[in-house]
């Protein structure tokens, strides 16, 4: 018998079981992990425990059955009111505490410095820590323009900028899941670069007013804020920007209490339902002429998609309204001509009915799995 066989036995033993046990240990930390994830995603983003409490209190204190269509308006108003308010605050707060390392001024230097796919990269992704609506953006546009800034990289930023900020992809999972809000900024963000670099090689700088180069540009320089004079603008941050959208979550929300509870099934179903085509260039119609922030209309696909619409049909209804309103169109056709105008109305209505398209047919096999 060779000697060194019990050696290489029992040396194999030790590993073996050594590897069994690291292997448990990970699985055991694997499925710790997403216990941990799934018990933070439902009570700190879907915010179950708040939901359970507005039951109480609709059932318990007004007396209404959350079964009956009074009273299940009662809990979706009031619960999704509640949550929107929290994970707002707690975002922009977040977001601004951030951005207050990017004021215009730097963020122009930044830009300046990229040009083609980069710039318009940078310009898309800087999009997204600014947490504006359309109107908002389009100050910022002028002065990166006015500064001389490649026209593609502006656009980028415009684009992205009502459509994929960080809070909108937080309250997407908190409504939805992560895998729709992952996909949801993955494909705005390429929408923003795409359509950023389509309209810079279209060499549109002549479809600009006059004005916008001629306004000076001051350079200012950098100040550099301690913690709590960040904090205190991060702070001022959420004051100003519930201050601007709370009518635009009160009445988004009513809508979709609204459409969640009173408007029947079948017939939003056979007017919007998953299987019809024409259902996502309906709802990028219908979504053009109004006006909110997508905090607002959040809650809108939300119980859109509860009443059985497609998601893609949901999502493209809730882009059109962030991205195309009427009333930021009216205030950019004041700073760029009818050509580009209609050039970037273009880009951007094909590129959210191609995203409503794609959710619509991924979105079965997404909902499936929650």
């Known amino acids: 018998m060779n000697p060194t066989a019990p050696f290489f036995h029992s040396t194999i033993f ?3 079981a050594l590897a069994l046990l690291v292997a448990a240990v990970l699985l055991g930390l694997n499925q710790l992990g997403i216990s941990a994830l799934a018990w933070a995603n439902a009570q700190l983003l879907r915010m179950e425990w708040l939901s359970s409490g507005v039951r109480w209190l609709v059932q318990g204190i007004f007396g209404l059955s959350v079964s009956t269509p009074v009273g299940a308006s009662v809990h979706f108003f009031i619960y999704d009111v509640i949550k929107i308010f929290i994970l707002l605050s707690v975002l922009i707060f977040s977001i601004s505490y951030i951005q207050s390392y990017f004021p215009p001024e730097r963020t122009r230097a930044i830009l300046g410095k990229f040009s083609g796919f980069k710039g318009s990269l940078l310009g898309a992704l800087l ?3 600014t947490p504006f609506c359309s109107c908002s953006s389009i100050p910022l546009f002028i002065g990166f323009t006015g500064a001389g800034l490649p026209l ?3 656009f980028s930023f415009l684009i992205s900028s009502p459509l994929v900020d960080l809070a909108s992809v937080i309250l997407l999972a908190s409504i939805f899941d992560w895998t729709v809000a992952i996909m949801y900024v993955t494909l705005g963000v390429a929408l923003a670069v795409l359509g950023g670099m389509a309209i810079g090689r279209a060499k549109m700088e002549r479809h600009i007013e006059a004005f916008v180069f001629a306004a000076p540009v001051l350079e200012t320089e950098q100040i550099s804020l301690s913690r709590l004079e960040r904090a205190v603008y991060a702070k001022q941050q959420v004051v100003d920007i519930v201050r601007r959208v709370w009518l635009y979550v009160l009445l988004g929300v009513g809508i979709g209490a609204g459409i969640h509870n009173w408007i029947p099934q079948e017939w939003v179903e056979a007017t919007l339902g998953q299987g019809h085509w024409w259902s996502i260039p309906m709802a990028v119609l219908v979504g053009v ?3 909110a922030d ?3 209309t959040l809650p809108i696909a939300e119980a859109m998609v509860a009443r059985g619409v497609g998601l893609g049909t949901a999502l493209a209804f809730m882009m059109s309204v962030t991205a195309l309103s009427l009333p930021s169109l ?6 760029v001509r009818p050509p580009l105008l209609a050039l970037f109305f273009g880009i951007v209505t094909v590129g959210i009915v191609f995203i409503g398209y794609f959710f619509q047919y991924i979105g079965p096999y997404i909902l499936l799995t929650r």
């Open 289 to 291: 002429p109004m006006y």
């Open 127 to 129: 999009g997204t820590i």
């Open 14 to 16: 030790k590993w073996g």
């Open 152 to 154: 593609g990289v502006t």
């Open 330 to 335: 009216i205030l950019l056709k004041q700073v």
């Open 294 to 296: 997508i905090f607002g």
